[in-house]
């Protein structure tokens, strides 16, 4: 069984939870995601199944739509509402006005200090591990990028609160950014809830809940959800040759007249079924990935 499923998540789970999940359900250890999703978050997960997992860099990922919810009047040491609280103050005076006027400084190419609470690696080991242990090492700011930062749903009071609609590219915390803005409002501020709605051309609308796979057979899932693999890609594509195919399933390049539209990653089908990922050099395709073993040459008619 091979391909890609769009599930819709819960929520109280890990991204490896989710994956360990849908690997009892469908009865296949070869199952991974592209994308940690944190456990309080709902929404999106994009999983890939059997050799498909080695697709997943190739995966339309970006952008991510989130919306969030962020509460303002109280920080906290995870920057979201699972941690312990490290600062108070009165948010009333803040208004609906003033949050929306702030929101163009987190829009574009912005900085992020990552979080303690997160996957990111210092020396070997994964920050949430550190700080498990009490421990706060310094991280370097990284370049995120938000494309569009909307804000609604305000709530004024002590704890005012807003809905915030975020489409953004990867690598970006949204709890981050809900500290940062209360920062630049001279607030504290943490984010109390999170739903992802998309991650690329996966849609939350066309997602599969996560308690609803678990009532399928794996029949019904293959059938009905699980998204062929030369469906899953944003790659130019490029239609091979049964004679091309026996040399791409061999590792081997095929010629082409013209560059594609992109050479880092190509993808070759064979009678509409995806065969490789190749990159164009010189006229030729090379394949990287190959996602059958060799064929045997075709036979004469």
């Keep these: 069984m091979d391909g890609i499923l769009n599930i819709d998540t819960p929520g109280g789970m890990t991204s490896h939870d989710v994956v360990a999940q849908v690997r009892r359900a469908l009865k296949t250890k070869r199952v991974g995601h592209a994308g940690t999703l944190d456990p309080d978050a709902t929404g999106v997960l994009v999983i890939a199944v059997g050799i498909a997992t080695r697709l997943l860099p190739h995966l339309p ?20 509402a699972s941690g312990t609280v490290t600062r108070e103050a009165d948010a009333s005076r803040l208004t609906e ?3 929306r ?3 163009p400084r987190f829009t574009g190419e912005i900085e992020q200090i990552p979080p303690m609470v997160s996957a990111v690696h210092h020396e070997g080991r994964r920050l949430y591990e550190l700080a498990r242990e009490g421990v706060t090492v310094d991280r370097e700011a990284r370049k995120v990028t938000v494309y569009t930062l909307r804000a609604s749903d305000f709530q004024e009071g002590e704890r005012a609160e807003a809905t915030l609609q975020v489409s953004c590219g990867g ?3 949204i709890r981050t950014l809900c500290a940062d803005i209360g920062d630049a409002l001279g607030l ?3 984010m109390k809830a999170l ?6 051309s996966f849609a939350r609308a066309d997602a599969l809940p996560l308690q609803e796979m678990l009532l399928l057979g794996t029949d019904a899932i293959a059938r009905d959800w699980l998204l062929p693999l ?3 890609l944003d790659l130019p594509t490029v239609a091979i040759s049964d004679d091309e195919a026996v040399r791409v399933s061999r590792g081997q390049s095929v010629d082409v007249l013209l560059p594609p539209a992109r050479t880092d990653a190509v993808a070759l089908l064979h009678r509409e079924r995806l065969l490789a990922v190749a990159r164009y050099t010189d006229g ?10 060799p064929m045997a040459d075709p036979q004469p008619e």
């Design 61 to 80: 990922t970006e952008p991510k739509e989130y919306v969030a919810r962020i509460a303002f009047g109280t920080a906290t040491d995870s920057e979201d």
């Design 97 to 99: 006005g003033v949050l």
């Design 101 to 103: 006027g702030i929101l």
């Design 171 to 173: 690598g970006t915390y």
């Design 188 to 190: 504290p501020a943490h």
């Design 195 to 200: 739903r992802r709605d998309a991650v690329g």
């Design 230 to 232: 030369e469906r899953a």
């Design 284 to 293: 030729k395709l090379l394949p990287y990935r190959v996602f059958t073993g």
